[in-house]
Structures are given as C-alpha cells and as structure tokens.
C-alpha cells in the first residue's frame, strides 16, 4: 500500500498520537488525506436520471441500411463496442429501482468515427414538446420545496395544464409504467434525428430497441412487495444476469421517412410528443444490441459516464424537433458541470478513434499532449483541420421567427387514445387503478380538468378513471 504519491504506507489501522489516548498529530498527512478524500467521493448527482445501471455490449449489423446512411457503425457485418446506462428519470441516487417511472435508455457506441451517444428512453414519447417546458416539468418530478416530499398534485396540475403530456401519461400509467427488470424493456431514441447516405440525400430516422427477452411489468402491488425487500432490484437482475452469461438482446430497428413525405406528413414528423405509426413508416431491422459485460468500477464507468445527444457521427444528423436542440446544449453542459470541464477525457467517455481539438487546459486535464506550434487554428505548423468532406448537404428552412404556440392546433389527443384503445380490457381496468392510485390527494378542480383530456382521447378512458377514483365524470356532463 502506497500513499497517493506513491510513498509506502506503513500502518494503516492507528492514528498517530501523542500517547495512546491522544489527541492526534497534525502531521499525519494520510488520516488528514483519507477524511479529505472521503469529503470529496461523491459528484454532483444528475438533475434528471440520477439512479443509473450500465453495461457494455456489442452492436452487430445483420441487415444493409447502407441507401439511407453512410456511418461506418451500419456496415453490414460491423461490430461496434457499445455501453448502455438505463435510469429511472425523477429518483435520486438512493431511490428505489422499482418505482412507476419512464426508464432512461442512453447508449453510447464506440465507433471508428467518434462517439455516437443515443440518449433515448424506454417510450417513445415525452411529456412536452418545447424544451421551455422541460424544467418546469421537471420541478413537478421532484420534491415540494416545503415539504421535501414529492406531489401528485404537482404533477397532476401540470399535466392537465398541459394536454401534449397525455400520450406519455398514458404510457406512464399503463403497466409499462413499472418494468419488470430492465432486460425486459424497449428503448426508442424518441427524438427524430437524419440519416444521410453516401449520396448526400437526408432521411428522417426514428431509432427503435426492441427486447428479445418480451416486455415483462410489474404491479404496483408487486413493485411494492419487491422495493419493500430491495432498492436494487434492477441493478441486481441486470448485473447478476450479465455475471450468470445471460446476456440480453434487443432488435435495433429504425423507421424511416423521406424529406419529401416529411413536408405534408398528417403528423409534424418533429414533435416529441408523437409516434410515426408503424402502419405508415414500419420497423426496418437493423441489428442486435447484446449486453455482455459489467463495469469493474460503477463510479469510474457509470456515475461518471457521459451521454450527449450531441455526439453524432458523418451519415446521423439533427433535426428540428425543438427537444432534440435543447438536449444538444443541455447534455453537454450537464456533465461539463457534473463531471468537469475534460469529462471526455475519462475512459469510459473517451472515443476510441483519434481526437483532434484545439481545446486547451481547464480542470482535469489528465493528458500530457505533446508541445506543438500548432495549438490555434488556422496555424502554419501542420495542425489538424476541417474536412469539408463531412458537411452534411444544406437543409431547407422557412418561416418567420417567432414564438409559436405549440399548442394551436395540435391534435393530442388521437395517439393517445389510439394506444388507449389497443389495450386490452383487464390492461385499461389497471390503467384506470394505476391513475387513480397515481392521483391520490389531488384536488378535485384538477382531477376534473385531467378527465377532459381522458375523454378527448376516448370517453371510455374518462368514463373508466372517474369509476376508479368515485368522482364523477364532469367531462361526460355528468
Ligand atoms: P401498432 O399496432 O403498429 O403498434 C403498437 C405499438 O404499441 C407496439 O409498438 C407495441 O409495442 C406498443 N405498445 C403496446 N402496449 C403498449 C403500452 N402499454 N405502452 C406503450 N406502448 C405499447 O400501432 P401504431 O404504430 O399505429 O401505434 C399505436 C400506438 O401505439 C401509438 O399511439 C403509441 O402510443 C403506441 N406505440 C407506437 C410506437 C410507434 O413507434 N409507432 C412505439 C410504441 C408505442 P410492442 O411491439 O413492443 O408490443
């Protein structure tokens, strides 16, 4: 054992003192650093996402989406090192996994072009669609400032106040609102992003992981039973099944949508909010995502992993969709703040191709670059530069800039009563007891504004919430 110098310790069992019973010795440097390290072992925990399990795993391309990207990650036959965080979204760190939760779906691909980060979720939907809204969502999640507790009437006003949330809702409150483990869930990039292939054309592109192992729920009944026994619920089957060789897989599909359908498209193909049904754009297989292996260390390749919508590589591009452009500030910025200015830098975040910037210094620069005359661009001294040969092809913008009501006009009602309305009768009874269990202490005035968005999507989805919680169903007249 060394000291972190590397100086030999001799003994590490007794503080230095003046006699047996003390008191302690100012100069002993390693009680003095052990109490100051243990002060500095924890990093600001994620506003959103805090509680997090990850491993590593492959991504095989079975299937030739070459005509719509040119990524060097879609070659049929790549095999590209992947590592894939899930998280509950509203939990801090010490929360229970097993809690009714949207379950984040952030994978990060090592590929020979940089890093390709998929920062999705296991729903293919969001509460809101213009990133304004995120953080005031995000406040109804957490704790009352008073109380420190958390509120269903905060969450229930600001949903009823905002009708784009009733297609995450729904999903939110039916049984895939409690998964069983995390093996057993879908993850979708949610967002729509591009595709660009080596001719240069843009396609839209949904991103969708479908599970091999089926989708598996819980009860709340059952969820209860399992956090009353374990908090680590989900990072125990995960890490024990990947420990056993029990590896899991998810079919990696896209859908995909030209730039030309995209223009009078019935639904805005960028509005988080909605899915492109499978009946008009449907599921073109891919590849197998299998996770294989665990971390050695959770804070060195978990809590400190990094994933950024931002991270995309030559043939995967944006799109206008207004969440996705927050996210590609907020990500970054989140883990600049978190984890510190080089989060890059660190293993588990760094590519595994080459990296060329010209950022300097800042805490935690952990490398030693060798000295150059080339540390500005443009520089006379051989330093990297641009390569036009990556510019994606210009892409078409018109209107006026102003702030548009998202909410004019927009139907949001139909998708969520379409999903309504593919569940079975015994699923809607537990979606109507999962809402109404969901909603306890609300007050009744928005109880009863939350029932006209039910029944907008389907009087039979009020009708059923109403009979769950005793109210009457005012939406209905009655
Ligand atoms: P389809 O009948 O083609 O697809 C239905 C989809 O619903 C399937 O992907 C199914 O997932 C999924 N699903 C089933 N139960 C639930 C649930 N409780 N929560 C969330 N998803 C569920 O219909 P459409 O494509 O026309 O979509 C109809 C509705 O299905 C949408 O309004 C949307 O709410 C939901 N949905 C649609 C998706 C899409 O990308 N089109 C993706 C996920 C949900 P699985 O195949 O795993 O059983």
Redesign the pocket.
Known sequence: MTTSAGNPVADNQNSLSAGPRGPLLMQDYQLLEKLAHQNRERIPERTVHAKGTAAYGTLTITHDITQYSKAAVFKPGAKTEALLRFSTVAGERGAADAERDVRGFALKFYTEEGNWDMVGNN???FFVRDPLKFPDFIHTQKRHPKSNLRSNTAAWDFWSLSPESL?QV??LM???GIPKTLRHV?G?GSHTYSFINAQSERFWV?F?F??LQG?QCMSNAESDAVIAKDRESSQRDLFEAIERGDFPKWRFCV?IMSEKAAATYRWNPFDLTK???????PLIEVGILELNRNPENYFAEVEQSAFSPSNIVPGIGFSPDKMLQARIFAYADAHRYRVGTHYEMLPVNRPKSPVHTYHADGPMRSDAPKATDAYYEPNSFGGPTQAPRFAEPPLQITGDSDRFNHRDGNDDYT??G??FR??KPD?QARLFQNIAAAMAGVPEFIVQRQLVHFHRADPRYAAGVAQALGVKNRAAGG
């Open positions: 729903t293919p939907v297609h729904t999903i039916s049984d895939r879908n979708y949904k969708h479908k599970t989708i859908q899915v492109w049904p499978h009946g008009d754009f998708q969520a379409d999903l593919l569940l699923h």
